[in-house]
């Protein structure tokens, strides 16, 4: 047996304690490196979690490592961050976890996946287009506006179907609204009752619809009922009160091959005429269809031009011979009223019908105007104008009387017939007005022309002698004049430019004759327009046009916010509309019309919020697509609950877009985003982003005023993206509110960092709208003067294969006061045996708000796939849900699957607990809320998509169990949850789903029909369960009363939201553990360099031979030194530093002996001697301890002193039982032993 000794030498009869160790030589400490440190923990039962955080330099923690254990008895190696002194470094201990053991033992380091861009991507959806009408003098024609007497009813896109009073155009009323579900802008009124018809589409069926509403004497409007028409509405006609509707229809015939004998399906496309008789429109009756299909051609197209006695109706195809497209003309026989409509000639034409005004009847003469694409080898393209005798009974082909073919290389852009002349426009080289004869239909003769610059898309008649034409002369609208007394020598006595110099400008009269507002005798053109001015931007009103002797004078002009689209003469003053107001003007100074009334008829409604009885509309403002003026302005509205079309009140608001709004109490708050740009002094190109934070008192909803305001503005000179892109709101723990972006899709980042406060934050992003990737905290606790504390970007840096590119993908969700997000990354991978791939990294990201001046950017952590949620346990951890799709190469076929991720987190690392697989579903809409999610998949097969609505639970065993699922007509293009209510989105219908108990297959459910809803779920408005409020942008709000089907709910019980309980953790004092390095054995085996912490069971013993081998790495053979020697030169032999732990050679890692005073209960002083030692030398070690009064004599003495065990290290203390007071001279010293 070995004995080594360390003397300690106490002299008791000063207050000094003197420490000898007896090592051989002299030396001098050197002061380490803070550079692969770590500790070594001794973990008593029961300890679960080990953690070590350092304090950051605004003396906040940041938890670095967290270690998951069993609760057995074992020894932890904790490695310690470089770099950072003790006092900074905390290390506790818990005996609790969140999660079990298992849940951690899955992957924390997840492969990249194949990029598979469905992230929040709502499903495609239909394209919705709207018929256009026209209008003849001999039948009744539909418009957007009708007037009876002074009663204006309007069919507003926006509002469905409007009635105004405008008896008094100083003091127009407006007297009644019904909402139509649909698209169209075909209106009639009956010619004897109060009766309404339109025209629409009806998306949910597939096809056109016919609506009759009543106005009741009551001024309310009462729908009679609503008549479906086959296929889509492209033109209709009234005649008395029967109406005629041209739809295109399609058909599915089985056809067989007659050489194969091979049956497949044909689809062919044509044109359906059908009429209903509303002589009695409370009992309307409809009559068998007329079908106008061909055998060989697919008909699409469809002019319709109309007298009392037939309908003239064009298709289109595209003949393969002549390579061209070219029109036959259908003649329809509805002279008698009571018999169904007859298709009594069908005649092609030389060319393609462009327009109603191409084609006359008269006297039984078809004249038919037609554009000829065909290529010759003089002539690409001319005008046509061919004459056809229908007076006799229909059979073979007809043949054209005669043909006129002329304006070679020209193309057809207006006509007009006029008795027995035909006026043709052209435009391509020459831009002439032709004048042809018909006098004679058998002999057609072109007897005058006239070029003219520019040219007309409209033609009226002024008499017989002139004409007024609505065309186009360069970049702007022009009004002529044309002197036609002459047919022979027509000549322009007169034009007038709509628009200012350079500008641009465009009228809807261009396209639509309607909207041309001519008024020969109260010697007025009110003509709507739209422009351009430089240096001013985008401008919409009516200009005023004079019709004089022979001249077209110019007159004033006023404005309409949005596109005007119809103006009329009303007694001594104009009213006019568009989709957003009617106004009126006094205009008997018609260079200075004055307004009389503005009646707003809609507006954009983009977030809604139910206030007591009231509801508080929110208009973005500039920046939405829908606006027709620079200074529109965000703006609140305020109308009754139950009438949202009934304006009280509108407050304009300054600072820009809204992007978010949010009520607290009787305060509404939203986010307004600005951008400007321009050269600075230095003549560099500046971009300028505000966010600008309003809080509004809405107590008093009627009277809503600004309380206070503040902005953050941020100017660069690199262009920033992301302005206008929403908002979410939410209440930090800590009474603070926080904007984050509401959606995430495929958006990149520029990763310029992070600023932190206020002062240094920047809004640097890349490059696609709409994601701003900027958080912002605002102080409330003044509302009439908030404060905005910080300016964040969503960025983060990540070293490796993946560091660059990273775009926003997943949610946002605020759990406590820290705030979750996603992110990806991508490389582009060569793949051996394969083609290469776009490979996706995802990243959880975390933005610390707990002090929300302050927001602590965390670093990134890697996940398997997009974030979706976060939730908190009942035992207070955090899980994890992320999805991904995967796409591979099987058996020849590409096959794809969709995963979602189960995963526990501890704030540093995700591990994965569990993974589901669901085929197929990747594209389909999904929805996370709480421990439950909802997959929406729909399928195609039988004809009508239906979409199964599956229901998931994540259990607290650790793994997903899914529930009944839910059908649902049509296809569904979103899924969200509000207030415990599932919200479907869809094709067919809107429905609202109770979601209380999720897993309850009986759960309630309101749908509604014809209803769609494009946008964010989060922006419809839940009123207690009862009522939803759903904004519809200009449409307006939707109003869905549930009628009782749902409960009220409780006050929700929910977990608080990651709220650190320090109680459960007990700190370790970091100078009791021993430290060692992280990459050597020599307390426990090396840490890797990607490990932060290993743990150990046990021990493995070695002998002092083996140790020394092992730590020194000397090869077999190799001198072992011996244990007196001092192999590093640091005053410590080999051989203590085999019982003590310390590398023997090296000299960052010496364990000090310590001694020390210590005060009992009654203030009596007892010397302590502390002892490190080496866990691979714990058998066959003694330690003796021994005193002597002369350091000559020593005494073993076991009984004088008592032995503990520290805490959670690996060191003993050995306290003297006699107080220092009793002592004289003494000397102490440790013994110890080994074989």
């Known amino acids: 047996m070995k004995w080594y000794a360390k003397l300690f030498c106490v002299l008791s009869m000063t207050p000094l304690i003197q420490v000898y160790s007896y090592g051989g030589s002299e030396f001098k400490p050197i002061e380490g490196e803070l550079i692969d440190r770590a500790v070594v923990i001794q973990l008593p039962e029961g300890v679960r979690r080990i953690r070590l955080r350092v304090q950051l330099e605004d003396g906040t923690w940041e938890t670095c490592t967290m270690a998951h254990l069993k609760g057995t008895e074992g020894y932890v190696k904790l490695r310690l961050p470089d770099g950072v002194k003790e006092d900074a470094i905390e290390i506790a201990a818990s005996w609790s976890d969140p999660f079990p053991f298992e849940f951690y033992s899955g992957t924390s380091n997840f492969d990249p996946t194949q990029t598979d861009n ?60 019904m909402r139509v579900p649909s698209s169209g802008e075909q209106l009639y009124l009956h010619p004897t009752d109060n009766v309404a018809v339109l025209l629409t589409y009806d998306p949910n069926a597939g096809n056109g619809q016919i609506l009759l509403i009543e106005h009741t004497d009551s001024d309310t409007l009462h729908k009679i009922q609503a008549i479906p028409v086959g296929g889509y509405i492209v033109e209709s006609r009234m005649v008395d009160s029967i109406l005629y509707v041209v739809s295109r229809q399609w058909w599915q015939e089985s056809v067989v091959d007659p050489e194969s004998q091979v049956e497949h399906v044909r689809w062919q496309s044509g044109l359906v005429v059908s009429k209903i008789d509303l002589a009695d429109p409370f009992t309307p009756v409809s009559s068998d269809p007329l079908e106008l299909r061909s055998d060989r051609y697919d008909y699409w197209g469809g002019q319709v031009q109309a007298t009392a006695e037939a309908l003239l109706i064009t298709t289109n195809e595209y003949n393969r011979e002549l390579r061209q497209s070219i029109s036959t003309v259908h003649v329809v026989d509805i002279s008698d009223p009571a018999v169904d409509p007859v298709a009594a000639f069908q ?42 005798d229908l007076s006799e009974p229909s059979g073979d082909p007809i043949e054209a009387l005669a043909q006129l073919e002329f304006a070679n290389n020209e193309s057809i852009t207006a006509t007009r017939f006029a008795d027995d002349l035909l006026y043709v426009v052209t435009f391509l080289r020459i831009d002439p007005l032709f004048v042809i004869d018909l006098s004679d239909p058998a002999n057609p003769q072109l007897i005058g022309e006239l070029e003219v610059p520019g040219f007309s898309t409209h033609i009226e008649t002024l008499g017989e002698e002139a004409l007024i034409t609505v065309g186009v002369e360069d970049s702007q609208i022009a009004l002529s004049w044309f002197d036609v007394s002459d047919p022979a020598e027509p000549t322009l006595v007169s034009r007038v430019l709509v628009g200012e110099e350079y500008g641009r400008s465009w009228t809807e009269a261009n396209w639509d004759e309607k909207a041309f507002g001519f008024f020969p005798a109260d010697g007025w053109i009110l003509l709507p327009y739209q422009g351009y001015v430089p240096d001013e931007g985008w401008v919409s009103g009516i200009q005023i046009v004079k019709i004089g002797g022979e001249e077209l004078i110019k007159r004033g002009s006023f404005e309409h916010e949005f596109q005007a689209r119809r103006a009329r003469v009303v007694n001594e003053a104009v009213v006019s509309i568009s989709g957003r107001s009617l106004k009126s003007l006094d205009i008997s100074d018609p260079d200075n019309p004055i307004l009389l009334a503005d009646l707003t008829l809609a507006w954009p409604v983009d977030f809604a919020h139910r206030v007591g009885d009231y509801l508080v509309h929110v208009e973005r403002g500039p920046g939405y697509w829908y606006y027709g003026s620079n200074d529109a302005s965000a703006r609140i509205h305020v109308s009754p609950a139950d009438d949202p079309d009934k304006l009280i009140t509108s407050l304009d608001l300054k600072g820009g877009r809204v992007v978010g709004s949010f009520v607290k109490d009787d305060c509404l708050m939203v986010a307004q985003s600005n951008f400007h740009s321009g050269e600075n002094d230095e003549k560099i190109w500046e971009y300028t ?18 309380l206070g305001l503040d902005t953050y503005s941020n100017t660069t000179t690199t262009y920033s993206y992301g302005f206008g892109s929403d908002f979410g709101a939410e209440l930090l723990p800590s009474g603070e509110l926080v904007w984050y972006p509401a959606e995430q899709n495929f958006h990149f980042f520029l990763d310029v960092g992070i600023g932190g406060a206020r002062a240094g934050a920047e809004d640097f992003l890349y490059p696609y709208f709409p994601a701003s990737g900027l958080v912002y905290t605002v102080s409330i606790f003044n509302k009439a003067e908030p404060e905005i504390l910080s300016a964040v970007r969503l960025l983060g840096s990540q070293d490796g294969e993946f560091k660059n590119s990273y775009w926003t993908e997943g949610t946002v969700r605020l759990l406590g006061s820290t705030l979750y997000y996603g992110l990806q990354s991508s490389v582009y991978l060569e793949r051996e045996g394969g083609p290469p791939q776009w490979m996706a990294q995802h990243w959880l990201g975390q933005l610390d708000l707990y002090v929300p001046a302050l927001p602590q950017k965390r670093d990134l952590v890697e996940i398997p796939g997009t974030f979706e949620n976060v939730i908190n346990t009942d035992e ?33 690392d995700a591990f994965l607990i569990e993974e589901l697989e669901l085929e197929q579903s990747g594209f389909g809409p999904k929805v996370f809320s709480g421990n439950f999610f909802v997959i929406g998949s729909t399928d195609y097969s039988s004809g009508d998509p239906v979409t199964s609505l599956t229901t998931y639970e994540w259990l607290d065993s650790g793994s997903f169990l899914e529930h009944p699922t839910l059908e649902h007509p049509g296809t569904v293009y979103r899924l969200g949850v509000i207030d415990d209510l599932l919200v479907a989105p869809g094709s067919a219908e809107l429905s609202f789903i109770d979601f209380v108990d999720p897993a309850d297959p009986e759960r309630n459910t309101v749908s509604f029909s014809n209803l769609y809803f494009w946008q964010r779920i989060e922006l419809i408005d839940i009123y207690k369960r009862e009522i939803a409020y759903v904004p519809q942008g200009f449409y307006g709000v939707d109003i869905l009363d549930f009628e009782g089907a749902f409960g009220q709910v409780s006050e929700s019980l929910e977990l608080p939201r990651m709220q650190s309980n320090e109680e459960e953790w007990v700190t370790l004092t970091l100078r009791s553990l021993i430290q060692t390095g992280g990459d050597d054995g020599v307390l426990i085996e090396e840490l890797d360099d990607q490990e932060s912490w290993i743990f150990s069971e046990s021990v493995d013993q070695l002998s002092y031979k083996a140790w020394i081998q092992s730590v020194l790495g000397l090869e077999p053979g190799e001198d072992v030194p011996d244990g007196n020697d001092d192999s590093d030169g640091d005053g410590i032999s080999n051989s203590w530093e085999y019982f003590a732990g310390s590398h023997p050679g090296s000299l960052a890692y010496c364990v000090p002996f310590e001694s020390w005073v210590s005060t009992g209960q009654s203030g009596e002083r007892y010397i302590n001697i502390r002892l490190a030692y080496n866990l691979h030398a714990m058998e066959g070690i003694q330690t003796i301890p021994q005193f002597s009064e002369d350091l000559q004599n020593w005494i073993p003495f076991p009984e004088a002193f008592e032995m503990t065990e520290e805490d959670f290290s690996t060191a003993r203390v050995y306290r003297y039982l006699e107080p220092v007071e009793s002592l004289e001279n003494l000397f102490l010293r440790l013994l110890l032993s080994t074989d």
């Not at 026209?134 to 039948?139: L, R």
């Not at 934070?693 to 600004?706: I, K, R």
């Not at 207070?876 to 096959?895: A, H, K, M, P």
């Open 347 to 388: 005649v092609p034409v030389k060319g393609q019908v462009l327009n109603k005004f191409n084609m006359q009847l008269k006297d039984n003469i078809l004249t038919v105007a037609s554009q000829v694409w065909r290529w010759s080898e003089d002539r690409r393209r001319f005008a046509s104008v061919e004459t056809f």
């Open 689 to 706: 982003n505000s966010f600008t934070h309003t809080v509004l008192d809405v107590s008093n909803p009627e009277a809503p005023s600004v």
């Open 118 to 177: 469905n992230t929040n991507r709502a499903a495609t959806g239909p394209d919705f287009k709207d018929a256009e009408g026209s209008q003849e003098a001999t039948v009744v024609e539909s418009d957007i506006w009708k007037w009876r007497g002074s009663v204006l009813y309007f069919f507003n896109q926006y509002r469905g179907l409007q009635v105004i009073d405008v008896a008094d155009p100083a003091a127009p009323v407006r007297m009644a609204t």
């Open 876 to 908: 207070g951890g955090v899980l994890l849900f992320t999805s991904s799709f995967r796409s591979f190469y099987d058996n020849e076929v590409w096959r794809s699957e969709f995963h979602i991720q189960a995963l526990a987190f501890d704030g540093l």
